[in-house]
T-cell receptor
């Protein structure tokens, strides 16, 4: 079974802090994704990556950056956390170079991040 | 523009009965895939079932089946013999070849199974 592991289930940080959310997958997937989920807004894509050291902006990249130094690890960085970044963050991974439409994304358990 | 619409914010079903969760989609790409995910209150997103745009038969996975009507652009999830553990949010998602492989999600339907 695919395992996507997010470093924390719950995290509380202060405004202005630099926050790191880590995600590791164990299935040698090429593709990795970061989403945020808010009530009534569904899942929104922040950033994604199709390969090591490669990143692409999603729908809402402002205020975030990412890092993918190794194939199995995809980090989301909040450069200077703000209260409007309080949310549920979900990491996902999938097989293939991005063109395979039948490959599902496999998700981690999510990180509930609160910015005070 | 590609879009997924789930018109039912919440649904109730009696235990052991079947329930249909609606999903309509919009895309101009002839090649696409449709996915359903379940999200319990604990937060993890669980992949349930997949349907390809060129698949001739409706997908089935255990108690889950997909009622795929291509001309109407609908991909409704049918859960048979509902169980209490089916209570969760359910998301429909689409992946089109022209979308760089990203998933586009609907807003979800909250299913509550009554004992």
């Amino acid at each position: 079974d695919v395992k996507v592991t997010q470093s924390s289930r719950y995290l509380v940080k202060r405004t202005g802090e630099k926050v790191f959310l880590e995600c590791v997958q164990d299935m040698d997937h090429e593709n990795m994704f970061w989403y945020r989920q808010d009530p009534g807004l569904g899942l929104r894509l922040i950033y994604f990556s199709y390969d090591v050291k490669m990143k692409e902006k999603g729908d809402i990249p402002e205020g975030y950056s990412v890092s993918r130094e190794k194939k199995e690890r995809f980090s989301l960085i909040l450069e200077s956390a703000s209260t409007n970044q309080t949310s549920m963050y979900l990491c996902a991974s999938s097989f293939g170079k991005g063109a395979e439409i039948n490959q599902p994304q496999h998700f981690g358990d999510g990180t509930r991040l609160s910015i005070l | 523009a590609q879009k997924i619409t789930q018109t039912q914010p919440g649904m109730f079903v009696q235990e052991k009965e079947a329930v249909t969760l609606d999903c309509t989609y919009d895309t101009s790409d002839p090649s696409y895939g449709l996915f359903w995910y379940k999200q319990p209150s604990s937060g993890e997103m669980i992949f349930l079932i997949y349907q390809g745009s060129y698949d001739q038969q409706n997908a089935t996975e255990g108690r889950y089946s997909l009622n795929f009507q291509k001309a109407r652009k609908s991909a409704n999830l049918v859960i048979s013999a509902s169980q209490l553990g089916d209570s969760a949010m359910y998301f429909c998602a689409m992946r089109a070849r022209g979308s760089q492989g990203n998933l586009i999600f609907g807003k979800g339907t909250k299913l509550s199974v009554k004992p």
